[in-house]
T-cell receptor, first 116, second 112 residues
Framework: GAGVSQSPSNKVTEKGKDVELRCDPISGHTALYWYRQSLGQGLEFLIYFQGNSAPDKSGLPSDRFSAERTGGSVSTLTIQRTQQEDSAVYLC????????FGYGYTFGSGTRLTVV | GQQVMQIPQYQHVQEGEDFTTYCNSSTTLSNIQWYKQRPGGHPVFLIQ???SGEVKKQKRLTFQFGEAKKNSSLHITATQTTDVGTYFC????????????WGLGTSLAVNP
C-alpha cells in the first residue's frame, strides 16, 4: 500500500477484555515496529520484527502483551486482560530494513485504545 | 542505560522568530534521525544524519550532527504557524542492536 495502515483507528474496551490491533506495513518494508505513546508523552518501544529473524520483544511491558507478524507482512498486537494503564495510542511503523543507513520509519496513524 | 536527552521540552515563539531544539546522547551514535509530529498526528520522518559534523538543510530547517556524533540540533529560521508540533530526535547506537533511542521531544507553539 501507499502507507502504513492501522486498524481500528479507535478502540474502547472494558477492563479485563482482550484486544487485537492490526498493522499493514508498506509493501516491501522488511522491518516493522510497534510503539506506544501516552498523551503528551514520547514514544515507548514495544517490539520489532525484521524479516525472518526472531522479533525483539524487549519493550513489551508485561506478558499480557504479544505480537506476531504473518508472512512477513501484516502484524497484530494483542493485549490480554486489558488494564486502564494500557490506554494509549499504539503506533506501528515500517522501514525498508532495520538499522540500515538512510531509511527512516514510516508511521501509521495509530490506534487510540481506551480501557474503561 | 543509554539515553537521548532533548531540550527544551517546550518552546513558545512569536511567528517569525527562530527556534532550536537540541539532542544529546550519553554515547556515540552511528546516526540520528529527526521526526515531526503535528498535534493529533503521527511522527513523520524528516531527515537522517550520518557523518560527523554533517549539516543538512530543508528550506527553513537546518539539521546538524556534532563532531563527536553525540549531539544534534534542529534549527528553524523564521517560524511559521505550520511549524507547530513536536519534534523528536532518535539516535541509533552502533552495534548489533540497532534500535532507535528516542528523545522525549520538543513541543513548539507559534503565536501568529
Amino acid at each position: 500500500g501507499a502507507g502504513v495502515s492501522q486498524s481500528p483507528s479507535n478502540k474502547v474496551t472494558e477492563k479485563g477484555k482482550d484486544v487485537e490491533l492490526r498493522c499493514d506495513p508498506i509493501s516491501g518494508h522488511t522491518a516493522l515496529y510497534w510503539y506506544r505513546q501516552s498523551l503528551g508523552q514520547g514514544l515507548e518501544f514495544l517490539i520489532y520484527f525484521q524479516g525472518n529473524s526472531a522479533p525483539d520483544k524487549s519493550g513489551l511491558p508485561s506478558d499480557r502483551f504479544s505480537a506476531e507478524r504473518t508472512g512477513g507482512s501484516v502484524s497484530t498486537l494483542t493485549i490480554q486482560r486489558t488494564q486502564q494503564e494500557d490506554s494509549a495510542v499504539y503506533l506501528c511503523a515500517s522501514s525498508l530494513a532495520h538499522g540500515v543507513f538512510g531509511y527512516g520509519y514510516t508511521f501509521g496513524s495509530g490506534t487510540r485504545l481506551t480501557v474503561v | 542505560g543509554q539515553q537521548v536527552m532533548q531540550i527544551p521540552q517546550y518552546q513558545h515563539v512569536q511567528e517569525g522568530e527562530d527556534f532550536t531544539t537540541y539532542c544529546n546522547s550519553s554515547t556515540t551514535l552511528s546516526n540520528i534521525q529527526w521526526y515531526k509530529q503535528r498535534p493529533g498526528g503521527h511522527p513523520v520522518f524528516l531527515i537522517q544524519l550520518v557523518k560527523s559534523g554533517e549539516v543538512k538543510k530543508q528550506k527553513r530547517l537546518t539539521f546538524q550532527f556534532g563532531e563527536a556524533k553525540k549531539n544534534s540540533s534542529l534549527h528553524i529560521t523564521a517560524t511559521q504557524t505550520t511549524d507547530v508540533g513536536t519534534y523528536f530526535c532518535a539516535g541509533m547506537k552502533a552495534g548489533n542492536n540497532r534500535k532507535l533511542i528516542w528523545g522525549l521531544g520538543t513541543s513548539l507553539a507559534v503565536n501568529p
